[in-house]
């Protein structure tokens, strides 16, 4: 197989205008994004956990949902230079215009349709959309993704879950308000608890799941600090959204936001990483 693409027709779902997803994607965010790829890779200590290594050293179609700033598939694509790489995003200004010739990025609204043929891709890959999908819609996702999967191909997905363990009260308070926030556009802060049932729904066999449990906190070293200061760059970009929906003020929403940040220093809070991946037969 050589290092060609091809598009052909659209699979189509409910149209949608723009992606739901609530952050705005600035600088700040793109940096945070680069960041947490980094991190994830180091807990993992890879950058995916299904067993497609060998595959990807022979050569297959590979699919990034959500690609972001690329990062994931800029790793991984230099890892596996025998394979090709395709990333997916509706934010056509993160879409790199650099690239290694391996990959390619597409602007694309997975809500609208994915422009592949059903079996297009050997391994599929998705993560962090929690706060960009409603329940329906990462369903219907999911269905698409294993249409667009050849036989013994895989998907794998990998979304946090944002309630947090050991939160102390003013972190309590803003995930409280975030899930609320997250409810009423009918979207999941649990959605990681749902991603097993999903893939079983679409027929996936060989399922496995790696939950991990990650620090937020600078007591638990840098990672903690690290993961802490990029949740908190997260939760922050939503600040405003958060104090309208709690019909506070700015100055209250900033004393909350404060202690939030002081508790990721003296509390030892977790935030769990689930980590699944599944076969098309
Ligand atoms: C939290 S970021 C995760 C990026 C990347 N998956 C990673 O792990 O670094 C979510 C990304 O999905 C993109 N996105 C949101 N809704 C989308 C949609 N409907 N279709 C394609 N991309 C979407 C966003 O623009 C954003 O870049």
């Known amino acids: 197989m050589g290092n060609t693409f091809?598009?052909?027709?659209?699979?189509?779902?409910?149209?949608?205008?723009?992606?739901?997803?609530?952050?705005?994607?600035?600088?700040?965010?793109?940096?945070?994004?680069q960041q947490l790829h980094h991190i994830l890779k180091i807990c993992c200590n890879s950058n995916f956990i299904s067993p497609i290594s060998q595959d990807l050293v022979?050569?297959?179609?590979?699919?990034?949902?959500?690609?972001?700033?690329?990062?994931?598939?800029?790793?991984?694509?230099?890892d596996y230079p025998k394979s090709r790489f395709t990333g997916i995003?509706?934010?056509?200004?993160m879409?790199?215009?650099?690239?290694?010739?391996?990959?390619?990025?597409?602007?694309?609204?997975?809500l609208e349709g994915i422009p592949f043929n059903h079996n297009s891709f050997d391994f599929i890959h998705m993560r962090c959309m929690v706060l960009c999908f409603t329940d329906l819609q990462y369903d219907k996702v999911i269905r698409?993704?294993?249409?667009?999967?050849?036989?013994?191909?895989?998907?794998?997905?990998?979304?946090?879950?944002?309630?947090?363990?050991?939160?102390?009260p003013a972190t309590k308070r803003v995930m409280?308000?975030?899930?609320?926030?997250?409810?009423?556009?009918?979207?999941?802060?649990?959605i990681n608890d749902r991603l097993h049932g999903y893939l079983k729904k679409y027929g996936l066999q060989?399922?496995?799941?790696?939950?991990?449990?990650?620090?937020?906190?600078?007591?638990?070293?840098e990672i903690g600090s690290l993961l802490g200061q990029n949740m908190i760059n997260a939760v922050s970009a939503l600040k405003n959204l958060l104090a309208k929906q709690m019909n506070i003020t700015n100055s209250e929403?900033?004393?909350?936001?404060?202690?939030?940040?002081?508790?990721?220093?003296s509390i030892r809070m977790y935030c769990k990483y689930t980590m699944i991946y599944g076969k098309k037969i």
């Not at 995003?89 to 200004?93: C, K, V």
């Open 144 to 168: 698409n993704l294993v249409d667009l999967l050849r036989p013994n191909g895989f998907l794998e997905l990998c979304e946090p879950n944002l309630y947090f363990k050991n939160m102390g």
């Open 253 to 265: 929403i900033n004393q909350l936001f404060d202690e939030f940040i002081t508790e990721t220093k």
């Open 176 to 190: 409280d308000e975030l899930s609320r926030l997250l409810r009423a556009r009918s979207m999941n802060p649990s």
């Open 58 to 78: 022979r050569g297959i179609d590979v699919l990034d949902v959500g690609s972001g700033t690329g990062t994931w598939v800029f790793d991984v694509s230099s």
């Open 6 to 33: 091809s598009t052909k027709k659209k699979l189509f779902f409910k149209k949608s205008k723009d992606g739901n997803y609530i952050i705005k994607v600035d600088e700040l965010q793109i940096d945070r994004l």
């Open 206 to 221: 060989e399922i496995q799941q790696n939950d991990i449990t990650l620090p937020l906190s600078e007591l638990d070293g």
């Open 95 to 110: 879409l790199p215009t650099i690239r290694p010739s391996n990959t390619r990025f597409i602007y694309n609204d997975i």
């Open 89 to 93: 995003e509706i934010q056509s200004f």
